[in-house]
């Protein structure tokens, strides 16, 4: 079991959402949750990554399990760099990378934070993090979106930033992926395979 959501009952203000909802989720499935606008779908996902606990019921997810949710709207990234907005959302890089890049500075003798470098180094290998740059490259080309890594996300069009959201799924190597109006704002898909 990845996951099991039992909602009681989730309003918001006046609008009433949710009633009796029970989810359950086992490794492998494919789920698509089909609604108009409105109806509470970025809400429930919300719940189920424990963003929103306002809400009469229960969440369970499985200890460990990596989640990543894709975002709709993307405001207040700043001069945040598509490259840096990517591996920024994948699952342990950032803070794997602070360790490696800061650790050598100041851990001195110090065998606790030498542990912790260490470690981090062997994690960040076993991510396939050394060479996530260039993969990510890869995926940036195959969406059409080569030449776009250094660009600041507020330059990329809405079906463009997409594309980013899932590249993020492509390399997050999560347990479970709550991917948010996948086609929204977009003319057409890439031609590609997963």
Do not use: F, K, S, Y
């Given at each position: 079991m990845l996951l099991t959501a039992d909602i009681e009952e989730k309003s918001i203000g006046t609008k009433h959402l949710f009633a009796g909802l029970k989810l359950h989720v086992e490794a492998g499935e494919k789920i698509a949750i089909i609604g108009r606008n409105g109806v509470g779908k970025t809400t429930l996902f919300r719940m189920l990554t424990g963003a929103d606990t306002d809400f009469a019921g229960s969440v369970t997810r499985q200890p460990?399990?990596?989640?990543?949710?894709?975002?709709?709207?993307?405001?207040?990234?700043?001069?945040?760099?598509?490259m840096d907005y990517i591996l920024g959302h994948l699952p342990e890089y950032k803070h794997l990378k602070h360790v490696i890049d800061t650790y050598p500075e100041h851990m001195g003798d110090n065998v606790r934070k030498i542990t912790t470098y260490s470690e981090a180094l062997e994690r960040f290998g076993a991510l396939d993090y050394y060479t996530i740059e260039d993969t990510v490259q890869q995926s940036l080309d195959a969406y059409q979106l080569a030449g776009k890594k250094n660009l600041p996300m507020s330059q990329l069009s809405g079906g463009q930033k997409r594309f980013v959201e899932l590249i993020i799924v492509e390399h997050a190597d999560a347990d479970l992926a709550l991917i948010d109006e996948p086609t929204n704002h977009m003319i057409s898909w890439p031609k590609r395979r997963f």
């Open positions: 460990g399990a990596r989640i990543i949710v894709t975002a709709q709207e993307h405001h207040n990234l700043g001069t945040t760099t598509v």
